[in-house]
């Protein structure tokens, strides 16, 4: 168990998982292009001991695999797996009082202390000028902290025991605001703190915010798990780190004693200013939007603290070993929590929100004539209103009698559903919906609409291996290519606007519509800027596809119908070109890249990676 960020960063090194930087680096878009280099290697956590213009150290790439992730909370990995057994079932604690001695044993770390005499987080009051700098991407509109711990409490029932602990992203610097006096909260109403906001509004009072940057890993984890409602994080973060949370309270904040920095103030009912850009998740910029701003009110440090960060971009980035470690942990609490699913895997690759791919049951129609989703329909809905599934835009469900198909085999699951899906009958579509605040594929911020590929029963369809050549001789329409079985992906000239892309479907339309049976191979047909780059991996296939779209808007079909509302076609047509509306995407710098080389050449800090 560590007792402070700087213990585990020790430990990782002492076992080989960590490299320290010794070359003085610009935190303005070079330490996170080497984090992104290294990241890409699959290589060790990173200790920059010289951030040029700060006194402070960063680390980053802490937890950039799943390797290390587990290695970091080893004591405590299998107590945390108990606990989460237990809840699901708790019988099993009668059942087997021994197996679970230990989880009981664990949860006594569970308690925040109070810990009013070693305060090492107060040791210096300093700015946050003086924090280091790091700036990700070009366009960011400045400085962001990103593996903040965002605390607050609820007005109405005050304590650590109800408490909200959320990763929402701090603005620094930039833009409108007052330097060294305000930063900028990112984060929506319906989350744990906006929920607290609008409680204090209600009263007239300002929120007290509390933003907790470093200390034991565990608390930097607790922050992003998914935690029931009326869950403290808190008592998560302490079971997790095999040592209770301590706290104190000062100027009537709280405090985190084993952070390594925190920084608090007041946010006011209706204080708003321009938040963004930022490199985001999508791998696309967040754009400027009006966000709660924080009036600072102090900052703290401990003695020789070190400013831990990630970086966001295109998947798969650091948060995406986040995501694999709480699945891990989790195990089977999606299945337990909506009855009928077996598995739901969020695609990381096409930005984790944008794509679904779940597996179910089908115990309406098995034995029917003529197998169809029906089961699968009401747990499609049952997902799309849970949690952060609720953020999906494309969901794709199946279920098989035999359980051969699993959603984490990407390209096996996609070949198994287009198969067998039934296009005019098994396409269905939420329209005037909310999406993801960082997806721009939507018609306006948040709003956007929603589509459910739903496959059950016998093989309908045979999925091409090689490209049709109906689909190599088109006016308009060029560079087919082979994704992968059953989808071709093809190029067209640059979107303009929606109707003269709905004129340009149509003369597609008019070439194929009496070549079915030439094309009934491809169930998909996916329209993009450059086909040879959306082709070229896996992974590309999937972000172009599944970020660019908007169903409602961008989903067009080859002999496509409506009868009783209910929309149909012989083979599906996704317009994933980038629209005028959308958000750039980040992209590195040519020249920042040629600065870093050095450190990977021969005599620098990270020449074997």
Request: proline share 6%; glycine share 8%; net charge neutral.
């Amino acid at each position: 168990m560590y007792k402070s960020l700087e213990a585990c960063l020790i430990d990782l090194e002492k076992h080989g998982h960590l490299v320290r930087v010794k070359e003085e680096v610009d935190p303005y878009l070079e330490m996170a292009a080497i984090h992104l280099r290294v990241h890409e290697a699959k290589g060790p956590a990173l200790l920059f001991e010289h951030v040029k213009g700060c006194n402070y150290r960063a680390a980053s790439n802490i937890f950039g695999t799943l390797e290390r992730s587990r290695f970091i909370f080893r004591d405590t990995y299998t107590t945390i797996q108990k606990l989460i057994v237990l809840k699901n079932n708790p019988a099993a604690a009668f059942k087997q009082p021994i197996k679970h001695a230990g989880a009981a044993i664990g949860a006594l770390h569970a308690l925040p202390l109070k810990n009013p005499i070693n305060k090492p987080v107060l040791q210096n009051e300093i700015t946050i000028h003086q924090l280091p700098q790091i700036h990700h991407w070009k366009m960011d509109g400045g400085a962001f902290v990103t593996l903040p711990q965002v605390y607050t409490e609820d007005i109405d029932k005050p304590g650590v025991m109800n408490a909200n602990l959320g990763m929402y992203r701090i603005q620094l610097s930039g833009n409108e605001y007052v330097p060294d006096k305000e930063a900028g909260l990112h984060y929506q109403l319906h989350r744990g703190i906006g929920v607290h906001q609008t409680k204090a509004n209600e009263k007239g009072q300002p929120l007290k915010v509390s933003v907790f940057v470093g200390g034991p890993p565990a608390h930097t984890l607790a922050a992003v798990m998914p935690l029931p409602e009326g869950l403290s994080e808190l008592t998560f973060a302490g079971v997790l780190a095999g040592r209770r949370f301590r706290y104190v309270y000062k100027d009537g904040y709280c405090i985190s004693t084993d952070a390594d920095f925190v920084i608090t103030g007041e946010v006011h009912d209706g204080d708003n200013k321009p938040e963004g850009p930022f490199g985001d998740h999508l791998g696309y910029y967040s754009l400027q939007h009006p966000f709660p701003v924080m009036k600072v009110h102090k900052v703290y440090a401990r003695n020789n603290a070190i400013w831990p960060f990630t970086v966001v971009g295109r998947p798969p980035q650091e948060d995406t070993s986040f995501g694999q470690l709480i699945h891990d942990m989790t195990g089977d609490a999606i299945p337990n929590e909506i009855p009928g699913v077996k598995e739901v895997h969020a695609v990381d690759a096409a930005g984790v929100h944008p794509l679904l791919l779940a597996v179910g049951s089908e115990r309406y129609t098995p034995y029917a004539p003529a197998k169809q989703p029906a089961e699968l329909l009401t747990i499609a809905n049952h997902i799309l209103g849970t949690g952060q599934l609720s953020l999906a835009k494309f969901l794709f469900i199946t279920a098989d009698d035999d359980n051969s198909v699993h959603a984490h085999d990407v390209v096996a699951f996609l070949q198994y559903v287009l198969s067998r899906i039934d296009l005019g009958r098994d396409v269905h579509f939420y329209t005037n919906t909310t999406i993801d605040t960082l997806d721009y594929s939507g018609t306006s911020l948040n709003s956007g609409s929603k589509v459910v590929f739903a496959a059950y029963g016998d093989v309908k369809r045979n999925l091409t291996t090689e490209v049709p050549a109906a689909l190599t001789e088109l006016q308009q329409f060029k560079n087919a290519r082979l994704a992968m079985p059953g989808v071709v992906c093809m190029q067209m000239d640059p979107f303009t606007t929606q109707q003269q892309a709905e004129e340009a479907i149509e003369v597609l339309n008019i070439q194929l519509k009496s070549k079915t049976a030439a094309i009934a191979g491809v169930p998909f047909i996916v329209l993009c800027d450059d086909a040879t780059f959306a082709v070229s991996t896996l992974n590309n296939f999937l972000w172009i596809t599944f970020t660019r779209c908007n169903p409602s808007h961008d989903i067009h079909g080859i002999n496509s119908f409506v009868k009783n509302k209910h929309w149909g076609c012989s083979n599906v047509i996704i317009d994933a070109r980038i629209k005028p509306h959308h958000a750039p995407p980040v992209e590195k710098d040519a020249g920042v890249e040629s600065k870093i080389e050095k450190l990977f050449r021969k005599g620098g800090s990270l020449y074997d990676i």
